[in-house]
């Protein structure tokens, strides 16, 4: 597992994420089980929110990694969702990671995100949270998920630390932000810019974009791996696997690992084999031919 500089935090980190979303029904022997493959396999940083299984897969995570140095993992967590609304006030924000803390069982968080934009967001009372967190040290570094170019910068003018993340729906059936720069110009529904030129801008501003449920499509509608419903792609990505001696989804993710943006794709898995064959594809990289050759496997038409 190769590391990769985290936007401008400063921190090193795995080029591919250990997304927990999921663990929240499984008992502390299989949550230890996990952690200890991610990371024999190298891969130490964790993905997290408040809201996954309700809290309880960080208060179930927090027991599993009660014995390990706490300065041997990343942990990653996100705020912002409340039941029917989005929030980003101060106490909030402030209270959230406290929440989190605690059912984490640390004293810091490596990266917070904000969850999903919340139109009544003041940037202002973002940049207090942020400078309360960051100065009683129970947060390091910031980012933001699911934000368009604007939003980031109306959020950055108030804050005094830089967004090092955004954290976006992104992977082979669910593509588009990179559509719309293929199709520039053009009349058809691929052309549409529908998020700002996320992509571009946060290439610019050295944000790291961290794609989430990658072997998706749709919006959680399902796995598109040995999905008779897409039996071209599956084709495609079997017949190029075999030539590097991987699975499908290795090569779904060494897809995005391919785009030049040093993206961080976040796991969604709880099983260990399936874990492993993700994070298999930093150790491979596909040639420019074979990922156009796979989008276009996805449906995808060039102009």
Known sequence: MYNISLGKSGLKVPTIAVGCMRISNMN?????????????LGANFFDHADIY????SEEVFGKAISNLKRENI??????????????????????????????????YIDVLLLHRPDTLMEPEEV????????????VRHFGVSNHNPYQIQLLQKA?????????????????????????????????????????DFCRLENITIQPWSPMQYGFFE????DNGRFPELNDVLEKIGNKYGVFKTTMAIAWILRHPAKMQPVTGTTNIVRLADC????????????????YRAAGNKLP
């Open 53 to 56: 299984g309700g809290g309880k």
């Open 74 to 107: 990343f942990i990653q967590t996100k705020c912002g969702i409340r039941n029917g609304r989005y929030d980003f006030t101060y106490d909030h924000i402030v209270s959230s990671v406290d929440g989190s803390l605690k059912r984490l069982r640390t004293d």
């Open 279 to 294: 994070l298999k594809a930093s150790e491979i990289s596909i040639t420019h031919e074979e990922w156009y050759e796979i």
């Open 222 to 225: 399902g796995c598109f791996i």
């Open 28 to 40: 502390e022997k299989r949550v230890s089980e996990f952690i200890d493959t991610s990371l024999q």
């Open 159 to 199: 804050l005094d630390t830089p967004l090092c993340v955004n954290q976006l729906q992104f992977g082979i059936m669910h593509t588009p932000m990179i559509d719309s720069g293929i199709n520039v110009n053009l009349c058809n529904d691929a052309s549409i810019n529908r998020d700002g030129g996320v992509l």
């Open 127 to 138: 940049a207090r949270a942020f400078s309360y967190l960051k100065t009683t040290g129970k």
